[in-house]
């Protein structure tokens, strides 16, 4: 098998002129609201109660600090993606530039999370619903909701990208309208007779750090929760119209976004409402209108919360869907997974995806209660791992470029190579971090088995091929 079988341009151009191939139907404005909406998910509207409960109010640095190290692994993977944009993405950039092992796991790897988190995803639907519905058990709506997703992702790539993007402009317009609830409450006293609220509650519940540096230092596994699946962005660049500007594009403007949502969100959650109130059990987005006496603007956030769920379980089965896919084409998943439909969808690995993230959402049936901070741990780790991959990735992709190669380089990373060797260190210490918390470890129990796993499949899978050839030799 050839090594470099998707990294010609032209191939990965193949899927404009064949009738039965992924079609580039993602557009600039589909390409904007994915990135924009893939920040803003269940880590933020519900994984940041975990977080503040642990951190309190310095978990505002902890997001800020996790965001700045997702920009840095989404410069390096956006530079090998505007150079070479391909179904697969950083699945067949490791599989080109370090080696076919590389590849698969990378590939297989980033399925699996994509799969844990369509049940982290509804997971938190089913906790949102029970706000409206008590009496109906958490796991049938997380069943409805992967059932519902999925019926959606067998239509054509248009349509999804559509779907992604109305989920996210919610996801933003409501994020907006709460910032400026938040601020008018903070500083002009609205809902407070008009007495403005101050921010002293940054402060007046045991200081800025009030579960000590530990405690901000636990809470980093969840702050990097909400930013994993970013990479997405790459994954999307063989479906994308223009991805040599719409790619940087969205990349970009991550910085502002990470401030603005992440940012402005906590600022105005941790000033209105003590943190050592706040319940690591459900949104404190709805605990923070509700706090000011607005419980039908809390409403109208868990619907938003619930969209904002069902929006990152859409991109997780697409997501999937494309990584099996790319997987079929390089040997290392079924060939039938290649199998597309007219309009281009890779129906049969979305199915596979669909299946098995029902699996594990039975979760919510066995351990309701601890179902989340269960799936959302196994997330961290193996995402974490998806971001190692891309920053060594980009590290031999650029040693394999002369000089003249990458002054020609349209989109470039930032603070090449020592960004990159940042982003691993960082990275190297959340893992360390994750160690110290029973909950959070169970990710590093889930997370490598599944690495074992692979590794030896793909050992006797190649075996198996060397054998088969040379009986076929004989």
């Not at 080696?99 to 590939?107: E, K, N």
């Not at 008018?184 to 200081?207: D, M």
């Not at 999307?236 to 500007?245: I, L, Q, R, V």
Request: with cysteine; aromatic share 14%; charged share 10%.
């Amino acid at each position: 098998m050839e090594t470099h079988q998707l990294e010609t341009g032209d191939q990965a151009n193949c899927s404009t002129s064949e009738p039965h191939a992924l079609k580039r139907h993602l557009k600039a404005r589909h390409i904007r609201l994915m990135a924009l909406g893939s920040t803003i998910g269940v880590g933020l509207f519900l994984g940041s109660g975990t977080a503040i409960a642990q951190a309190g109010p310095s978990i505002l640095l902890g997001y800020l600090i996790a965001g700045l190290m997702a920009f840095i692994v989404l410069r390096a993977l956006g530079e090998m993606a505007v150079h070479n944009p391909v179904a697969g993405s950083f699945a067949q950039y490791a599989h080109s530039y370090i080696s076919p092992l590389a590849g698969y796991l990378v590939g297989w790897g980033y399925w699996f999370y994509w799969v844990i988190v369509g049940v982290a995803e509804v997971t938190a639907v089913g906790i949102y619903m029970s706000m409206w519905f008590p009496d109906i058990p958490q796991w049938l709506w997380a069943i409805s909701s992967l059932l519902f997703m999925g019926g959606l992702n067998f239509i054509a790539v248009r349509l999804f990208g559509e779907f992604e993007f109305w989920f996210a402009l919610i996801k933003v317009v409501a994020i907006v309208v709460m910032i400026g609830i938040g601020l008018a409450v903070i500083f002009l006293g609205l809902s407070n007779g008009g007495v403005p609220l101050g921010i002293a509650n940054l402060w007046q519940h045991g200081g800025f750090f009030p579960t000590g540096i530990s405690g901000f230092l636990l809470s980093i596994q969840m702050a990097v929760f909400a930013y994993v699946g970013i990479e997405m962005i790459g994954l999307s660049a063989g479906e994308t119209e223009n991805p040599e500007k719409t790619i940087p594009i969205a990349i970009d403007s991550l910085i502002v976004r990470i401030l603005v949502f992440y940012g402005g969100a906590l600022f105005v959650i941790l000033s209105i409402y003590p943190w050592n109130e706040v319940s690591g059990q459900g949104s404190p987005f709805v605990a923070m209108f509700e706090r000011i006496g607005l419980r039908e603007a809390a409403g109208i956030v868990n619907f938003v919360v619930i969209t904002a769920a069902l929006s990152s379980c859409n991109a997780g089965i697409f997501s999937g869907g494309r990584l099996l896919y790319g997987l079929s084409l390089n040997g290392y998943a079924p060939l039938r997974m290649k199998k597309l439909s007219a309009a281009g969808v890779p129906i049969l690995a979305i199915l596979a995806t669909v299946s098995t993230a029902i699996l594990g959402a039975f979760l919510n049936y066995f351990v309701p209660e601890k179902a989340f901070i269960w799936v959302t741990s196994a997330v961290t780790f193996i995402g974490l791992l998806v971001w190692v991959a891309i920053l060594v990735t980009q590290l031999k992709f650029r040693k394999k470029l002369s000089s003249y190669q990458i002054a020609q380089l349209t989109y470039k990373s930032c603070g090449f190579p020592y960004a990159s060797y940042l982003g691993l260190g960082f990275i190297a210490a959340v893992f360390v971090m994750m160690c110290f918390s029973p909950e959070t470890r169970v990710g590093i129990y889930v997370g490598i088995p599944i690495l074992l796993l692979l590794i030896s499949v793909f050992y006797l899978f190649r075996l198996n091929r060397i054998q088969h050839s040379q009986q076929e030799q004989a």
